[in-house]
Every structure is written in C-alpha cells, then in structure tokens.
C-alpha cells in the first residue's frame, strides 16, 4: 500500500473501448493472489480454491465414488475433484462449452431443461455422493430478481439432490447473502442430518456469495 492507502498493484489502462467496470474487474484479476495461484496449480479457475477451502472445513471430497458439478464451467472444481478423488466418476452440466476433463463426462445444457436431471444421472453408474452446484445465474443488475434467479438454480440444484443422492450423501451449493430462503432451508433439513454455511477465504469479501452445505443425506422412504 502507498502512503495515500492506495493499492499499488498493477494497474490497467482505460481506453481500448474498456468500460469503467472492466477495467476494475481487470486490475482486481491481475492483482488477485488466488489468480495467480490458480495459473501456477493449473486450475482453470479461482473458484477452484473455494471448494479447497470447504472441503478442508467440511472433508467433503475424500472417498467419493459418483460426483455431480452443477455449473462446471470452466472446470476448476472437477479439476479439485480428480485430484483428491481420483477415482470418482464425475458428471459436470453448464450452459457453456467447458473444455474436455479427464475423467469427466460433460454436458454442455440448461440444468433447467427438464431432460437435464436423467441426462446427469445416466451418466453415472449409480447414485451420486456427492452433488455440487457452483452456478450462478447471469445477474441483470436487479437485486431482487438476481437473487430469485440464484436462489431458484440452488432450490432445483436441492431437489435434484434429494431425489438422487446416496444415502450418507452431501449437497453443496452457491447461495446469496441473506442465505437460504426458509422454504429451502427446511427442505434442507428435513433431508439431510446438519446443514452449514460458510464463506471460505477465496470467496471474495465484498461478493455476496455463501455456500450452503448439507451432508449425511438421510435417504428416501
Ligand atoms: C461460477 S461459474 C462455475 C465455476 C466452476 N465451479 C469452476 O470452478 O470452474 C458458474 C457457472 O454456472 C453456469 N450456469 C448458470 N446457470 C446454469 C444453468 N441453468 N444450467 C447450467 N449451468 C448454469 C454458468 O454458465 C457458469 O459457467
């Protein structure tokens, strides 16, 4: 930090047609620590350390045999999951083109789609352990409606999860501050033994992002 308190990262150029909220986003890359990282690991993503960060807390990774990544694009979270369960099978879903992951079945589909839910399950050889959903609704700048399109992908991400998971097993998944509406949260509750938030580290302090984690799925009558 100077003298004046400010930052003395690298900073970026207005200009080249760059708006004012680019180039913010462009100086915050270029001087964020878990970027860097993300390039010398060879993850595809910062967010691969946020999942890191849970699963250290939560000890949500090792010994998974059957994973679901709802939101997988770019692939750093599958990426996590290859290397400390390496002998998973892992199905991911995005709406966007994710570049192959060894080991990783992908389909490039609306998880909203109601075709999605068997397409994922058929890509497995059983019931999943383990759902994880990442995604995020595109935002529109509308507070309100930003939230209900976010909490609506995680509410659909909780009801896939309840009719697949593993007995045992754990849901994951990205929320918006104010965290779980109560409607979900009893959902959640009713279906699984503890239900958690946390905002690991890598999960930036002024995004209003939270991840909501419920494990010991307590199975279907
Ligand atoms: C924050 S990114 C996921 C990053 C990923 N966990 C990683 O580490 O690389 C959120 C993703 O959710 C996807 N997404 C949002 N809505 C979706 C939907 N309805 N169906 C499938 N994917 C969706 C977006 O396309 C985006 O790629």
């Known amino acids: 930090m100077s003298r004046s308190g400010r930052d003395l990262g690298k900073r970026v150029r207005t200009g080249k047609g760059r708006t004012a909220s680019q180039v913010r986003w462009l100086e915050r890359q270029l001087n964020d620590p878990y970027v860097k990282r993300a390039k010398a690991d060879g993850y595809r993503s910062r967010a691969a350390y946020k999942l890191i960060e849970l699963d250290e807390k939560f000890n949500l990774l090792k010994g ?4 679901v990544d709802l939101g997988i694009a770019p692939g750093g979270w599958s990426q996590v999951v290859r290397k400390i369960a390496p002998k998973a099978a892992i199905v991911g879903i995005d709406l966007l083109e994710t570049d192959p992951i060894e080991g ?13 839910p068997a397409a994922l ?20 700048g ?9 909490m609506g992908l995680v509410e ?3 009801w896939f999860a309840a ?3 593993e007995k045992g097993g754990t849901y994951v998944a990205k929320v918006l501050a104010g965290g779980t509406d109560t409607e979900l949260l009893t959902l959640l509750k ?5 239900v958690k938030h946390a905002k690991p580290p890598a999960s930036r302090k002024g995004s209003s992002e939270w991840y909501v984690i419920a494990q010991g799925f307590k199975g279907r009558d």
């Open 142 to 150: 509308h507070k309100q409606t930003d939230h209900l399109r976010t």
């Open 190 to 194: 009713k279906h699984f033994k503890t």
């Open 156 to 158: 659909a991400g909780a």
């Open 104 to 116: 990783v079945t992908i389909l490039q589909m609306d998880f909203m789609d109601d075709k999605a």
């Open 121 to 140: 399950e058929a890509a497995l050889d059983g019931p999943p352990d383990l759902v994880l959903s990442d995604m995020a609704a595109n935002t529109v």
């Open 64 to 67: 998974s045999k059957r994973v």
């Open 163 to 165: 009719e697949t998971l």
